[in-house]
């Protein structure tokens, strides 16, 4: 069975910086299509940012130049690094795995496993 699971959000002031952290059991991360996405109140689950190859790496606009996506090399844990986060930032983060073929790597509908999310609050 495949659980996911992640770690490392909090409250941080604007400027700041966190690291999330997901942890897979039952499942190793391909490296390809694998990404973060988030959920602000009141919003839509939206596309944070995907590993789609070993090599390559992609970003929602949003977060492009400060959060950096990657994994370690056993394959079991995808990391979100975060920097100069701002209020808008705010949102629960949930790790996404198990893509579907032929999907849209950057839609929630591409993936069959999700953590149960870690808050993110961003707030001075």
């Known amino acids: 069975q495949v659980h996911l699971a992640e770690s490392g959000g909090g409250s941080v002031q604007p400027g700041g910086s966190l690291t999330l952290s997901c942890g897979a059991s039952?499942?190793?991360?391909?490296?390809?299509?694998v990404g973060w996405f988030r959920q602000g109140p009141g919003k839509e689950r939206e596309w944070v940012a995907t590993?789609?190859?070993?090599?390559?790496?992609t970003y929602a606009d949003s977060v492009k130049g400060r959060f950096t996506i990657s994994q370690d090399n056993a394959k079991t844990t995808l990391y979100l690094q975060m920097n100069s986060l701002k209020p808008e930032d705010t949102a629960m983060y949930y790790c996404?795995?198990?893509?579907?073929?032929?999907?849209?790597?950057?839609?929630?509908?591409?993936?069959?496993?999700w953590g149960q999310g870690t808050q993110v609050t961003v707030s001075s």
């Open positions: 996404a795995a198990g893509y579907i073929d032929g999907s849209n790597c950057y839609s929630t509908a591409a993936f069959r496993y």
């Open positions: 590993v789609n190859s070993p090599r390559r790496t």
């Open positions: 039952g499942y190793t991360f391909s490296g390809y299509c």
